[in-house]
């Protein structure tokens, strides 16, 4: 069964700074990753997901993420925060072979401008 | 493309009573997934439907039950509501199942039900 860590439940950065959201997985088969992002009130959004081939992943409103098979990470970035930006972040895995899709418990970004 | 609907949006109930929560996948999508959300448990997993048959369950009292219909559409459905019932019900479709599919899911804009 696959699984998902999130490290860190609320992350706070300046306007204009790295942001860095960190994602550890578990998973018994090479698995399908996937970076969501939620706003208040509303559903989840998909902002990058990674099934094979490049391991750089770009994403909507310029995130992205880089599948490390060696670290069992996909942590999401973005070179520049934007007030936009802040939101709730949900890391997820899941196993090409079904629709097992496990979600992290959540990073809340907060932008300080 | 129309996205995952949820009807209603907003609910209000009382203890006791039960509710049932309705989802429209995107055209095309078999399988639906249905979420509880709460600021203390995070979101988490209830049941999966796939052409009309319960796939895979979450760890959720059997109060909590669905269906899915031969058009795609599902519903939940609560018995007996409790106060921490309270939270958004998110419902997500996905093309699983579909040769190409990568199993990312579509997710509805969520039913917020209150339980007084």
């Known amino acids: 069964a696959q699984s998902v860590t999130q490290l860190g439940s609320h992350v706070s950065v300046s306007e204009g700074a790295l942001v860095l959201l960190r994602c550890n997985y578990s998973s018994s088969v090479p698995p399908y990753l996937f970076w969501y992002v939620q706003y208040p009130n509303q559903g989840l959004q998909l902002l990058l997901k990674?099934?094979?081939?490049?391991?750089l992943v770009k994403g909507i409103n310029g995130f992205e993420a880089e599948f490390k098979k060696s670290e069992t990470s996909f942590h999401l970035t973005k070179p520049s925060a934007h007030m936009s930006d802040a939101a709730e972040y949900f890391c997820a895995v899941s196993d090409p072979n079904n629709n097992d899709m496990r979600f992290g418990a959540g990073t809340r970004l907060t932008v300080k401008p | 493309k129309a996205g995952v609907t949820q009807t209603p949006r907003y609910l209000i109930k009382t203890r006791g009573q039960q509710v049932t929560l309705s989802c429209s996948p995107i055209?095309?999508?078999?399988?639906v997934s249905w979420y509880q959300q709460t600021p203390g448990q995070g979101l988490q997993f209830l049941f999966e439907?796939?052409?009309?048959?319960?796939?895979n369950k979450g760890n959720f009292p059997g109060r909590f039950s669905g269906r899915q219909f031969s058009n795609s559409r599902s519903e939940m459905n609560v018995s007996t509501l409790e106060l921490g019932d309270s939270a958004l019900y998110l419902c997500?479709?996905?093309?699983?199942?579909?040769?190409?599919?990568?199993?990312?899911?579509?997710f509805g804009p969520g039913t917020r039900l209150t339980v007084l």
């Open positions: 990674y099934t094979t081939g490049a391991t």
């Open positions: 439907y796939f052409s009309e048959t319960q796939r």
């Open positions: 055209s095309g999508h078999r399988s």
């Open positions: 997500a479709s996905s093309l699983q199942g579909t040769s190409g599919s990568t199993n990312e899911q579509f």
